[in-house]
């Protein structure tokens, strides 16, 4: 469909609509909006963002193909409860604004949300419209929606700095600046509270900068949300390990804070135990990312000074948006054979549908019902090749996911020099360490109650050091409740 006929049809759609004619038939007929997005060939080459967004044509169309439902079943898939089918209305009729005041209630990142979310297991699996064909890719397009009006915002610099209450001389500190940090240091500092976020690394932004790729999630919106924080009066401080630097015990006692909040995500990676993981050319998806994004690899040199070897065949292990992150930026940085190694079936692969159409757009290979049985080095201990196993599906395992189960016998190798472990990742272990009476449990997630309280008077936590590697929006919607608590601690405090 050419923006011409869009803006025919969506003339049409509006007059129906005043006229009060407009039919559930009419917004079923009309035709789900394809994001626009780089070409597969030229983005290997770049690293800008694949998705392009909407035009305005585009977001009223596609808003028009929400049927309004008294019922709202897309609100109950929406981890924070963000007022979906009247943010959309506000969308059809040409209000961004409007639409945007609404998804601020409950989301305060929302050009984040609408870029990363898995919208297809969250707020649009029980859309009304996706059911009505029985596809969820049919579904009204809410994620995209959500980042259109947030985008639209930011071309109209019309995003303004919340208003901050009078200072009330209680100090709250942050550990870590991920999505939840932020969150926390956005609604405590409305409170008129003094906040101080300590993040170990160099920048700020979590996971959302260090590990999700420019490609995915410009870096500029994090910078901006953390512009704004600083305009509110929160004070950020980096290159601050709390637990090394100082401990929370000592932020109390001897820095006077009133309240700590921890929320430093889940960020030890997980190996597999297998030989040859010790090798010159083995990275965690972690490391791999982070050098690629912090140490400004994905500028191809020009300015950047950055550690990773020039892989030209590359093995990636995993089935998660880590693998498909960590693949897909090796494409970028020059990788002529990119292989991503999973031991399920694509249908269990727990990474985003879109994800994956994007990696194999981009030319990675999926080697499926696969794994690494070891990987195996040169004479110089530089890999040279995986060794990999077949697998076949079993019974379901306790996820409800078939269980992978090994063909014997079934060994061969692929000649790679770079070897990606996207398994998963845990929690760093130092902040338990070095806080005795802090409750976790026996994979080292801090255990809190309702109010993400922990076991220590005035100290909160939220997001991934919680719930274990989980997403933006469930350590968005924990730091609002973390914030609120806070909030209520210092008032009787
Ligand atoms: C590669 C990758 C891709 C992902 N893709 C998606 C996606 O598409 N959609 C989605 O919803 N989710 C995705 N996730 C998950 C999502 O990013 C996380 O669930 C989310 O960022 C967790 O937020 P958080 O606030 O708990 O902490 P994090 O974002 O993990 O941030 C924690 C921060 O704390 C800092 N820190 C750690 N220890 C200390 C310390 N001792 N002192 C001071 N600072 C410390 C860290 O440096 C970090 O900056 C992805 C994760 C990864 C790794």
């Not at 079923?28 to 983005?43: C, F, L, S």
């Not at 015990?249 to 135990?273: C, H, K, T, W």
């Not at 998963?424 to 309702?450: A, F, R, S």
Request: charged fraction near 25%.
């Amino acid at each position: 469909m050419t923006e011409q006929q869009r803006k025919k049809l969506l003339d049409e759609l509006l007059a129906k609509q005043k006229a009060g004619t407009l039919k559930p038939a009419d917004r079923y007929a009309i035709p789900p909006q394809e994001m626009p997005a780089q070409d597969g060939v030229v983005r290997r080459g770049n690293v800008s963002e694949v998705a392009t967004g909407y035009t305005q044509t585009q977001a009223r169309l596609e808003a028009m193909r929400c049927l309004q439902c008294k019922t709202a079943p897309c609100v109950a898939g929406c981890p924070v409860g963000i007022r979906i089918k009247d943010f959309i209305v506000e969308i059809a009729n040409g209000n961004f604004g409007a639409a945007l005041d609404i998804i601020r209630e409950n989301s305060l990142l929302p050009a984040v949300c609408g870029r990363v979310c898995p919208q297809e297991v969250q707020c649009q699996l029980p859309c009304t419209v996706g059911k009505k064909f029985k596809d969820v890719d049919k579904a009204v397009s809410i994620g995209r929606l959500e980042r259109f009006v947030a985008d639209w915002a930011e071309s109209k610099h019309s995003e303004s700095t919340p208003a901050v209450a009078a200072e009330t001389k209680k100090k709250v500190a942050i550990i870590g600046s991920g999505p939840g940090g932020i969150v926390v240091a956005a609604d405590v500092r409305r409170a008129g509270h003094d906040v101080t976020v300590f993040e170990a690394f160099h920048k700020t932004g979590g996971v959302m900068v260090y590990g999700i790729p420019e490609f995915r999630l410009p870096k500029k919106i994090v910078k901006q949300e953390i512009e704004t924080l600083e305009k509110m009066g929160v004070k950020i401080v980096c290159n601050y390990i709390v637990g090394r630097t100082k401990t929370i015990r000592q932020l109390f006692e001897e820095d006077g804070f009133d309240a700590v909040y921890i929320g430093v995500g889940a960020g030890l990676p997980m190996f597999m135990s297998i030989d040859g993981e010790h090798l010159v050319g083995v990275y965690s998806a972690n490391e791999y990312l982070t050098r690629a994004n912090l140490m400004r690899a994905y500028d191809f040199g020009k300015g950047a000074d950055t550690p990773i070897a020039q892989s030209k065949r590359v093995a990636v292990f995993g089935g998660g948006n880590v693998a498909m992150d960590s693949a897909r930026t090796a494409v970028r940085l020059g990788a002529e054979k990119v292989y991503l190694v999973y031991r399920r079936s694509e249908k269990e692969m727990p990474a985003r549908v879109e994800e994956v159409h994007h990696a194999k757009e981009e030319g990675v290979e999926f080697l499926l019902l696969q794994n690494p049985k070891r990987i195996l080095g040169d004479d110089d201990g530089r890999v040279r090749a995986v060794e990999c196993l077949k697998y076949e599906l079993g019974e379901p395992d306790d996820s409800g996911r078939r269980r992978p189960v090994p063909i014997q016998g079934s060994e061969f190798e692929i000649e790679v020099d770079t070897a990606i472990v996207a398994i998963g990742n845990g929690c760093n272990p130092l902040i338990g360490q070095t806080t005795p009476d802090l409750e976790m449990n026996k994979w080292g997630n801090i255990i809190v109650d309702e109010k993400c309280k922990t076991s220590i008077e005035g100290v909160y936590a939220g997001g991934d050091i919680v719930l274990g590697a989980a997403t933006v929006i469930l350590a968005m919607g924990q730091g609002r409740t973390a914030a609120a608590a806070i909030n209520e601690y210092l008032e009787t405090k």
